[in-house]
């Protein structure tokens, strides 16, 4: 097999690894070995038929062909009147773009405004890639500890101590991903004065937003006067609408942004493909009851999961404000984090992710997705608790 030498820039970027132990559990599956998928992290719901209809509909109609980089007009008009409409934010239309899932708005955000010598904070647990992202554009990670203690919550005192006079780039997610957790309105105006004062921009993940269990509102950094004009807001049609397998994803910039940003889509997948983009704004405009539905069901998942965990001797289970994943605390076992999830995975057939999949203060901790049926959930919570039987003694 003939070798191919890597540019350096590769070693710096990382990957995903709830793709990969799906990979090992297929694998287990294809050899006869029965798994419970608690491992990724996308609705376990079919997408609504009214937005399947419109896109079959846009197909017949000839929405075959290239389109606006940023998105069709009416998407990125769709885009806007859903966040008014829906009290996150009023914005002009040409600051929306739509791109093939979320994940490229980070990749361009943090391409267009960081490199070497800059600094981008972001919270540890936390989506992996936006520390490889980081790495990948030569910038400097500096992760902000999500602690038990604090709810899995960033600690505002602690931001303000490891921001520098390098930092330019805040990134927050809310609900979170692995916690659970959502920040506060506290949070966000304290989260917004630092941001002011140091003069960094901010992207706010926000692709859970619908995903929440409170009775309030969704709240964000965007709810804080000044911060729309230095915030990037990260979403998409994946999460709320069940529509993993479809990639699509928007982002809305401050318009100085937008130019550079759409450069960048330009030289790296032209747009996003037309007949989705008509499915999508059905998404927008449809019913809400399909949304509703998903997330009362997983709010029933999400009792059922923690208290399960919670009966495990060796394990404690905050409970999560929103998305759709436990982050459990598993040092009682005595095991680590990857040790636990090899063994889980190994021998009893549960597919679940080592917190440390998620950055190096995920050590101690799990992440189980409740993206499963609650009869799936209770068996992989049977099989954890035989599984840990024979080694933990109970409190």
Request: aromatic share 8%.
């Amino acid at each position: 097999m003939t070798a191919f030498p890597l540019a350096d820039r590769m070693s710096m970027l990382g990957t995903e690894s709830a793709f990969e132990v799906l990979a090992r559990a297929k694998a287990m599956e294809a050899a006869g070995r029965k798994v419970v998928h608690l491992e990724i992290g996308e609705p376990d719901f079919p997408t609504a038929a009214h937005i399947i209809d419109a896109a079959v509909a846009a197909l017949r109609a000839g929405q075959t062909h290239y389109v606006p980089a940023p998105g069709v007009p009416p998407l990125r008009e769709g885009v806007a009147d859903f966040l008014e409409r829906n009290g996150r934010m009023r914005v002009s239309p040409d600051q929306v773009i739509v791109t093939p899932g979320a994940k490229p708005i980070m990749f361009f955000t943090i391409l267009a405004l960081c490199g070497p010598g800059d600094e981008v904070l972001y919270p540890d647990p936390s989506f992996p890639m936006y520390e490889s992202i980081t790495a990948f554009a030569g910038a400097t990670g500096v992760p902000i500890p999500l602690r038990e203690g604090n709810e899995f919550r960033i600690d505002t005192d602690e931001l303000e101590r490891l921001v520098t006079e390098r930092s330019k780039l805040l990134i927050i997610n809310s609900p979170h991903n692995p916690c659970g957790s959502s920040l506060t309105a506290a949070d966000c105006e304290a989260i917004a004065e630092i941001a002011m004062r140091h003069d960094l921009t901010v992207l706010s993940d926000e692709v859970y937003w619908a995903i929440r269990y409170g009775t309030g509102r969704h709240v964000s950094v965007l709810d804080v006067d000044g911060m729309a004009d230095r915030t990037i807001l990260l979403d998409g049609w994946s999460k709320t609408w069940a529509m993993t397998g479809w990639r699509l994803g928007f982002g809305v910039f401050p318009p100085a942004l937008v130019e550079p940003v759409t450069r960048l889509v330009i030289n790296s997948v032209s747009c996003t493909s037309a007949f989705s983009q008509y499915a999508a704004l059905a998404a927008l405009q449809g019913p809400w009851e399909p949304v509703a539905e998903m997330v009362a069901e997983f709010r029933r998942r999400r009792d059922v999961i923690v208290a399960g965990l919670n009966s495990i001797p060796g394990i404690s289970c905050v409970e999560p404000q929103g998305a759709f994943y436990v982050f459990p605390n598993i040092t009682g076992t005595g095991l680590t984090s990857g040790e636990l999830a090899a063994r889980l995975l190994a021998d009893a057939g549960v597919a679940a992710l080592a917190g440390t999949a998620f950055g190096r203060f995920g050590e101690g901790f799990m992440r189980f997705s409740y993206a499963n049926s609650v009869e799936n959930i209770n068996l992989a919570l049977d099989a954890v608790r035989a599984n840990l039987a024979e080694s933990v003694t109970p409190a």
